[in-house]
């Protein structure tokens, strides 16, 4: 059974910083393109940063410069670390776990939410 685990959401000030974390148990980590997804209120899942089996990393252009994706294949475990924060940040963050192997294999976890508020 996959499972995919996000912790380190939370309320954080404007300016702040956060670090979460997607610990993946049921795959074989490493052969998976890993990203990191949030979704606000009233809005569609919108893509935050990506990190592919060699660690090639993508980001959006509103993080940029802010977050950094990171995985630790040893602990099956990938990373965002946001700086930074600001209100528009505000969103549930969720990760994915993506194989093209033939055929799709694609899983999510079950969020994580963060707020930025004073």
């Known amino acids: 059974q996959v499972q995919l685990v996000e912790s380190g959401g939370g309320l954080v000030q404007p300016g702040g910083s956060l670090r979460l974390s997607c610990a993946a148990t049921g795959i074989t980590f490493r052969l998976y393109t890993m990203g990191w997804y949030r979704q606000a209120p009233g809005n569609q899942r919108e893509l935050v940063a990506t990190i592919t089996t060699g660690g090639i990393t993508t980001s959006a252009d509103s993080v940029k410069g802010r977050f950094t994706v990171s995985r630790d294949n040893g602990k099956n475990t990938v990373y965002l670390q946001m700086n930074n924060l600001k209100s528009e940040d505000t969103a549930v963050y969720y990760c994915?776990?993506?194989?093209?192997?033939?055929?799709?294999?694609?899983?999510w976890g079950q969020g994580t939410q963060v707020a930025v508020s004073s």
């Open positions: 994915k776990a993506e194989r093209r192997a033939p055929g799709l294999y694609e899983y």
